[in-house]
């Protein structure tokens, strides 16, 4: 029925400008021939005026033809586009980094004497306090050394005081007495040395732990600094540690917020950046940042491989549009299509924009688009600058 209604009116319309034309052509043909016989340019001039404001009131009739006919005609060649409007919204960027679960207390215990390992008092996973005592090694008589090296300072302290007194009252040779008193020193000295060489014969806990391995066995000779003892670990005091690109000083520091990921555990734990270095590897070009480790019930391990997302930008107020809108032309410059209308028409016209960080689903437009500016969102790469487009949101 719409479109018999349609036609009906361009039939109509048609025979009326047709008989506009018909009788105006008429008119002006013999007028126009009795013009030009005069010779007059004024009266000539006149007469070309006439004719193209006829000319412009054809010209307009047929422009509110051709808009109703857009209007009833359900057709249209228009594009069809659908649009959004641009909102403000909160956005954060996270970088991605490779981090390590590290405790600065995790040590390998090794010996400082040498010796048979005669005791192991601790097994594997109990967990020890500061001092005490963890195996002990045979002192190789040093014991009895001590014991001698003590019977003879008794003599000698005994005659250092009496040739102490006698000297204080000026009798006696002060050679005698220097002699004396370099033998007390001596044997003073010497028995503190011994003293300090037996305490390394007991192998004490220097932190709050846990004996996470134990790899000497009774009855073994050990040797400093050569022979692994056992493994102490604090698992309270762990972190990770991360290797952060130099690019990133500015926007990289301590107080940063962060996420971390335990891919083997398949575990999440929300933290901060605790630490970041003021040193920059020369070779790797990155310097490192630690991250506390909450109080938790997961079972995170020293070593153990964890991913990091560090929040390096947010703005609060940030034109977000999702990638996908965006083109690039052949001047490599990304754009979308921003509606406006005109004389109650909807067109598409080609804006220039500058992009910033994405979060893998939507980018921060920088310029080019303002709060509210309705954009192309489907359609657009049927479109050219300032098309005329047929606007359906679903």
Known sequence: MKN???QKLKTILFGLITLIMFNGCNNSNSSIEQVLKTNDANL???????????QQEIYNTLSLIDSKLEELNTNSKFPIVETTIIKSNEFQHFVELQGNVKSDQLIIIYPEFSGVLNKIYVKSGEKVVKGQALATIDDGGLKQQLSQLEIAFSLTKTTYERQERLWSQKIGSEIQFLETKSMFEAQKEAIKQVKKQLEKTVIRASFNGTIDNI???EGEVVYPGKSNLMILLNMENMYVECNVPERYINTIYKGKNAKVLFPLIDEFLETSIKQAGNF???TKRTYKIKLDLP????NIKP???AKVSVNDYSNDNALLIKEGFISIDSNN???VYKIYSKENKNYASKAIIKTGKNDG?????????????EIVVEGMRKLVDNSRVKIINK
């Open 44 to 54: 000539i001039s006149q007469k070309r005026k006439e004719i193209i404001k006829s």
């Open 361 to 373: 689903n939507s980018i921060e437009v920088i310029s080019g688009l303002s709060l509210d500016d």
């Open 333 to 335: 410059e990304k754009y």
């Open 280 to 282: 920059i590897d020369p």
């Open 295 to 298: 109080k938790n019930n997961l």
């Open 303 to 305: 070593n153990l491989n």
């Open 215 to 217: 790899i000497a066995k």
């Open 4 to 6: 018999k209604n349609i």
